[in-house]
């Protein structure tokens, strides 16, 4: 019998998640966890900042360029961030429910 989603997301381990989500960003902890709705989701959130940058930073010289890339790195950060900590609560809370 193949196990279900909440066993296997009770049995991935927090930290990892929380890691893969933080490190290479952008929900490998969500593949990790077998969560593919949560991972492209995730995917789409970068992919669409990404490009978001990319047209509102056209034609952006020198200090503005600048500024524009460390808006879009902060923006990757958070979303990694918050990605992490919803990978582990998400660990978490189907531990305690199993």
């Known amino acids: 019998m193949a196990p279900t989603k909440r066993e296997i997301l009770a049995a991935s381990a927090g930290w990892v998640a929380?890691?893969?989500?933080?490190?290479?960003?952008?929900?490998?902890?969500?593949?990790?966890q077998r969560r593919w709705k949560?991972?492209?989701i995730t995917s789409a959130l970068a992919t669409t900042w990404f490009a978001l940058g990319?047209?509102?930073g056209q034609g952006?010289?020198?200090?503005?360029?600048i500024q524009n890339q460390l808006i879009g790195l902060l923006g990757l950060v958070?979303?990694?961030i918050g990605t992490a900590i919803e990978a582990g609560l998400a660990a978490k809370q189907s531990r305690e429910q199993n």
């Open 18 to 32: 929380v890691t893969l989500n933080v490190i290479p960003g952008i929900g490998a902890g969500y593949l990790y």
């Open 60 to 65: 952006a010289e020198g200090a503005e360029q």
């Open 38 to 40: 949560a991972y492209w």
């Open 54 to 56: 990319a047209v509102l």
């Open 78 to 80: 958070a979303l990694a």
